[in-house]
């Protein structure tokens, strides 16, 4: 069988094939970015979603429109994006969308020509790379520091590359957990003026903040229209759902809403209509109060293991929100042939950090932890052991 140029080379998913492993429930895993069961709201879905098929099933149950299900459109052009600074949009700038990545994939589709520079921060979203990938893009990179990209390098980069978009996840980044700067999330807005460059801002996780300053959206700094933000419920209400939005100007949107007639014809009526009533109910903020808190603890729960349990020579930095650690071994070391040997013998699973590097052979000595899924006594559990292991690996 003869296969298309654009899939050859691009290899699967690394936390899709993780999965594969999780089904052994002795895995103790901080491989995915799974929220914690317990938070799921599954009583107030359950009750919802029953009301709505009684009340709204002839809708729901039929085919929708393609951008949309309008209360969902409508409650997150009224209660979501004001508070976040965005008060001049319309419904015409609004699209939902079968989770954040489907926005990724129709904007490839819309914008990306073989061959077209598409920048990215190194490391990044590995989903991200996969989409540009099969877009068949080149893809050019702007380093990471613990306080994100910085201005001046990405504003030489983009001078020098001329991409025609910028993705970035500018608030506690995956896998890194850092959150950019406000001097490179205003560069961000002036280049996509500037070179007429769309910057995506993909936001997933920017409402699970345990510590730390809010930082404003680049979206708010917008003056071109060439910033589209990303919203994703996967990390905050259930990633089951697929349930995303975004905001981006009307030329643009109303592209992406023609690419996904050709994709899925609309996304899932009934889930989006949970959505609408969760936001229009106005429990978000509840909720948030309650997962941040679960989260937080997780978190500093796996900081102190880390801090007891791993050797001085593995380096990490305490983010301030997400539900990532991103942990950097010495040059020589090797994530990857670590990861083969903490899965058979020590039973722990996380995501080795070469596959967020578009470049082959970058980030070997990198890897991701997940804190959210996993409870207290197995998070201790599973660091201890894999601070023994790399102790071992290093000896």
Not at 139 to 147: A, C, G, Q, W
Not at 271 to 280: K, P, S, Y
């Amino acid at each position: 069988m003869k296969f298309s140029e654009r899939i050859k080379g691009v290899k699967g998913s690394a936390i899709r094939e993780l999965f594969k492993v999780l089904g052994n429930p002795a895995i103790i895993s901080f491989g995915g970015g799974n929220p914690a069961k317990e938070c799921f709201p599954k009583e107030w879905a359950a009750e919802t979603a029953r009301d709505l098929i009684a009340e709204k099933g002839d809708v729901l149950l039929q085919y929708g429109p393609t951008e949309g299900y309008m209360p969902l459109r409508k409650a997150y052009l009224e209660k979501v994006l004001p508070p976040l600074g965005i008060t001049d949009a319309t419904v015409d700038n609004v699209i939902t969308m079968t989770g954040s990545m489907q926005g990724l994939d129709l904007l490839a589709k819309v914008m990306i020509n073989p061959g077209s520079t598409v920048l990215v921060e190194e490391p990044t979203f590995l989903g991200a790379i996969q989409i540009f990938q099969l877009a068949q893009a080149n893809i050019v990179t702007v380093p990471m520091h613990e306080d994100g990209v910085h201005a001046d390098e990405l504003e030489a980069i983009v001078k020098e590359t001329r991409p025609v978009m910028f993705y970035t996840i500018p608030t506690f980044q995956n896998p890194t957990g850092a959150v950019m700067n406000i001097e490179a999330r205003k560069m961000c807005a002036r280049l996509a003026a500037e070179y007429d460059m769309l910057v995506i801002e993909d936001d997933p996780y920017a409402s699970l903040r345990y510590s730390g300053e809010v930082m404003p959206l680049i979206k708010t700094f917008d003056t071109s229209d060439n910033v589209i933000l990303l919203t994703s419920y996967s990390k905050t209400i259930s990633p089951g759902l697929r349930v995303a939005c975004c905001c981006g100007n009307e030329e643009l949107v109303r592209k992406m809403v023609i690419a996904k007639q050709g994709s899925d014809t609309h996304s899932p009526n009934l889930n989006q209509a949970l959505v609408a009533e969760f936001i229009d109910q106005d429990r978000m903020a509840g909720h948030l109060d309650h997962i941040n808190s679960v989260y937080s603890k997780s978190l500093n729960i796996m900081l102190d293991a880390m801090g007891k349990y791993f050797p001085e020579w593995a380096k990490y930095e305490k983010p301030e929100g997400g539900l990532f650690v991103w942990v950097t071994l010495p040059d020589d070391m090797d994530a990857s042939e670590i990861y083969k040997r903490s899965v058979a013998e020590k039973l722990v699973a996380y995501v080795p950090g070469a596959p967020f590097y578009p470049k082959p052979g970058t980030g070997l000595n990198t890897f991701r932890l997940n804190f959210s899924a996993e409870p207290e006594e197995r998070i201790v559990d599973g660091i201890h052991r894999l601070g023994d292991l790399l102790k071992e690996y290093r000896n």
